[in-house]
């Protein structure tokens, strides 16, 4: 039980952590405040997964030096976004990131700039960030530690259910665009599309690995902002 907790409690810190990171990161880059990641709360599994994974291989790689380590770091960081990429597209048809602009990229889904910025990372955490927190996990008593991996657990599952469902969703919508919601007014399309704002901000390089629609979707949706923009203006000046 106590491995478990510890996994959890793990898991949820750093999938944590790498949220505040992207969102800093993708809110600067984009201009505008992003929550990132396919998840509706501040979670994205693939940091929880990474640190968890190098925890666990620690026996294996306690003897290793830092260069060692670095290579291990950019293999383990690039077998799970390669594995993540061919999930979202094998089960719901999407691409969420397209690493196609950038070079040495391997179907789009992973690209040697950022597995080495993986290995960095990977580098800063197990020699620097995971020792501290470490000594500051084990401080906080058996009974909390376990109630909190229970409430996280609970809140975890829940989000990856609801996102899933709205990631299908979205998949669908994406679909049968052309066919059912391009001709629409923008009081209806807004409408029918805002459920999927998030995931559109937040993957703005996402396309549909089954129709090349998603460039009409982007069109209609950038439309959509000019109208509300413009609409904002004329109230404020009214």
Not at 11 to 20: E, H, K, N
Request: aromatic share 18%; glycine share 6%.
């Amino acid at each position: 039980m106590t491995i478990l907790t510890n996994f959890i409690l793990t898991f949820s810190i750093y999938a944590f952590a790498g949220w505040v990171m992207e969102a800093i990161y993708r809110s600067c880059l984009q201009r505008r405040m992003v929550n990132p990641g396919f998840l509706s709360g501040p979670f994205l599994p693939i940091y929880g997964l990474f640190a968890t994974l190098v925890i666990w291989s620690s026996g294996l790689i306690g003897n290793l030096t830092w260069p060692w380590l670095f290579i291990w770091f950019v293999f383990l960081s690039t077998l799970l976004e390669y594995a993540a990429g061919w999930f979202f597209e094998r089960f719901f048809h999407l691409q969420l990131w397209d690493y196609h602009s950038i070079p040495f990229n391997l179907h789009g889904r992973i690209s040697l700039p950022f597995s080495l910025l993986w290995g960095v990372l990977g580098l800063i955490f197990y020699l620097i960030i995971h020792p501290v927190v470490q000594i500051q996990l084990y401080q906080i008593p058996t009974t909390v530690r376990s109630i909190s991996a229970l409430i996280l657990t609970g809140y975890v599952i829940g989000d990856l259910i609801h996102s899933s469902l709205l990631l299908h969703r979205l998949e669908r919508f994406i679909s049968v665009f052309q066919e059912r919601y391009e001709r629409l007014e923008f009081p209806s399309f807004h409408s029918e599309c805002s459920p999927f704002y998030r995931l559109l901000h937040t993957y703005p390089k996402m396309r549909h690995t089954v129709t090349e629609k998603m460039a009409l979707l982007h069109n209609k949706l950038e439309a959509l902002e000019h109208f509300l923009n413009q609409q904002r203006k004329k109230f404020y000046n009214s």
